[in-house]
């Protein structure tokens, strides 16, 4: 396939890609930022798009002044965008910006008016931001996951059956943030339908790696509800998005109540306004979304199929090295085959070395930035170590009582669009020296939260950057 360059024409779109940082040692080694599920970096026309956007960031909505209504239109500019980019039209969704996921499920959770029998069926691998609202809302069940951490789809068929016309929500991810598989949502939501249910498609980690489609409302494969998270899609500058349906929105009354969500307002009354501004209470990040707008430009620009290809390069690469790595214990599906079938997201651990410690060795010796723990998905992690009920009731315990030493968890890679083949080589590298225990720096681990710190030397973060 005929694609950008992988090393170079893709890298080079990203801000901050040859930073050096400072090692325990007294060296300095260009960062490798392998956390990029967690976020990602700007990507160079989003800062240079923001850069010029500010000569004429004014208020929007009720600003009189041409600035006003330029940015006014910047942010309805950036609203069609959103919708587009997930192929909804305006006609039957509205785009509701917020802060990110997370804001955007909660909206959701209270917006749908649930009743406490109502279900929403979500699944054991879910990141806590698509479990925790609907707890607070109605009766959540987790559809199981195997022992590889896969959907187990029977396991979802068998709930639908079982639960039936009081599933009111189907709650699912589209791509794992912790073993990177990808669900079959469009198969899902026919299901869902089927049983009169909505579905929610929790797209913060597929959409920087994948195309979201919501599909229009008569297919029965569609997504009524898709949520985005700028800051994972090269955009960090506090934007999120739910897509969703227009006429769940038109109902009932916005959850944040105050400027912006109404029509006309006396000491009485209140006539809510039509959604979207009846749910962006408040002024809003519209920064933000213009750089949302700018990322989602470029990433199609760049091509959705490019950037998984190159994406799925890295994984079988990776996958390829890290395997035969002895004391390396790689958890979901290691097959390099498939690596074009799930994300570029690799959970792993080191024999006889804590999570905790690896990631701070990686950092700290190395200046690779990776994840460790349970990655906001207890229930998942715990699933793939095989942890028992018993075992994780002691873990719930100990962390409880204010120690996350043993706290169980493993430490992830994820790539991004400019990560590198070399990368991955010095990624390898280190982990070589941390299996075979050879890392340099004597570590302490913090009882209250587990990581390990190198002692007696901290990074200095103000020679690195001053802000006076
Ligand atoms: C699958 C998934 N859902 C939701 C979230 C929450 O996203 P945010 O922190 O941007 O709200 C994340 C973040 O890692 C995620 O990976």
Redesign the pocket.
């Known amino acids: 396939m005929d694609y950008p360059n992988p090393s170079h024409g893709l890298r080079s779109r990203v801000v901050g890609t040859e930073i050096a940082v400072p090692l325990l040692d007294g060296a300095w080694a260009t960062y490798i930022n392998f956390d990029n599920?967690?976020s990602t970096p700007a990507l160079v026309s989003v800062r240079d798009g923001v850069d010029r956007f500010l000569d004429y960031y004014a208020s929007v909505h009720r600003g009189t002044g041409f600035k006003s209504q330029l940015a006014t239109w910047a942010y309805e500019q950036a609203r069609q965008a959103t919708l587009r980019f997930v192929g909804a039209a305006p006609e039957t969704h509205t785009c509701i910006f917020g802060k990110?996921?997370?804001?955007a499920i909660n909206k959701l959770a209270r917006r749908l008016e649930l009743r406490p029998q109502d279900i929403v069926l979500t699944t054991e691998m879910e990141?806590h931001?698509?479990d925790l609202p609907f707890r607070a809302a109605a009766r959540v069940v987790h559809v199981r996951v195997d022992a590889q951490g896969r959907l187990n789809e029977a396991d979802f068929d068998n709930q639908m059956r079982r639960h039936g016309k009081a599933v009111r929500l189907v709650a699912v991810?589209g791509?794992?943030?912790v073993t990177g598989y990808l669900n079959p949502i469009h198969r899902l939501a026919e299901k869902a339908h089927a049983a009169g249910a909505m579905i929610l498609a929790?797209c913060?980690?597929l959409a920087p790696h994948r195309a979201v489609d919501v599909r229009p409302l008569d297919d029965p494969q569609h997504l009524d509800f898709v949520v985005l998270?700028a800051?994972?899609m090269y955009a960090p500058y506090g934007t999120?998005a739910l897509v969703g349906r227009k006429d769940i929105f038109e109902a009932g009354e916005p959850d944040v109540r105050g400027g912006g969500t109404v029509e006309v307002v006396t000491t009485d009354t209140v006539a809510w306004a039509e959604p979207p501004d009846k749910d962006e209470a408040g002024s809003p990040n519209v920064i933000g979304a213009v750089a949302m707008m700018l990322a989602m430009g470029e990433l199609n620009a760049i091509g959705m199929p490019a950037i998984a290809q190159h994406e799925a390069e890295l994984t079988a690469y990776a996958l390829e090295r890290l395997r035969p790595l002895p004391g390396l214990r790689l958890f979901g599906d290691s097959d390099p085959q498939r690596a074009s079938e799930r994300l570029g997201v690799i959970p792993f651990q080191v024999e006889g070395v804590s999570h905790f410690q690896v990631a701070a060795i990686l950092g700290h010796e190395f200046g690779i930035g990776v994840r460790s723990g349970c990655f906001?998905a207890h229930p998942y992690v715990l699933r793939l170590l095989g942890l028992d009920h018993d075992r994780a009731e002691a873990v719930r315990m100990t962390i409880l009582s204010g120690d996350r030493r043993t706290m169980p968890g493993m430490t992830r890679i994820s790539f991004g669009l400019y990560n590198t083949t070399q990368e991955i080589d010095r990624l390898l590298e280190a982990l070589a020296i941390v299996a075979a225990g050879k890392h340099k720096g004597r570590y302490m681990q913090e009882p209250a939260t587990g990581e390990f710190r190198p002692d007696g030397w901290a990074p200095d973060f103000g020679a690195v950057l001053r802000f006076s």
Do not use: V
């Open positions: 599920a967690a990110n996921t997370t804001e990141h931001s698509d991810t791509a794992s943030n929790d913060a980690q998270s800051h994972k999120g906001c």
